[in-house]
């Protein structure tokens, strides 16, 4: 069954020009991974829940932010195990030193019946548009080029 999920990708305009809002996620498996591992704020959408409400949700929860604007569609992509996210632009300006995510439980090491927690987020940061390139999810590479589309208009 394809799994759909919701995100925002945050953007604003500095004196080096366009300027993406990209997170670091949480926990282990995550951990000494840098380039290509950077995502934007993200995560499943809940059966009949609309797509944009999703996509504020799970921003709020990774974030600890609650947005407001409008939402600009950018596109859908599918992610390299088969997850559908469906993105949105929003123009906004955030301290990253506020970042307030919430925290996910996990059996760690595996096999050792320890649960630890773990932040979804362990990271988020504003990255100029070709450092973004250089650090964003590949498959979620779209969404900046779409970005970029939209903002040359």
């Known amino acids: 069954m394809t799994q759909y999920s919701a995100g925002i990708l945050l953007f604003q305009f500095g004196s080096d020009g366009l300027a993406v809002l990209l997170v670091h ?13 950077w995502q934007i704020p993200k995560g499943l959408a809940e059966p009949g829940e609309e797509i944009a409400a999703a996509a504020r949700r799970e921003v709020q929860e990774e974030l600890g932010l609650r947005l407001t604007g409008e939402l ?6 599918r992610q390299a195990g088969g997850k559908r996210v469906s993105a949105f632009a929003l123009r906004h300006a955030i301290d990253t030193r506020s970042i307030n995510s919430n925290r996910f439980e996990l059996e760690w090491p595996p096999g050792s019946g320890t649960i630890q927690s773990f932040p979804e ?12 390139k250089e650090f964003i999810l590949p498959s979620q590479l779209p969404l900046l080029e779409r970005l970029e589309d939209l903002v040359a208009r």
């Open 72 to 77: 600009q569609p950018l596109c859908e992509i």
């Open 25 to 37: 996620p949480g926990g282990p498996y995550w951990r000494r991974k840098d380039k290509g591992a």
């Open 121 to 132: 987020v362990d990271a988020a940061r504003w990255m100029g548009i070709e450092e973004a």
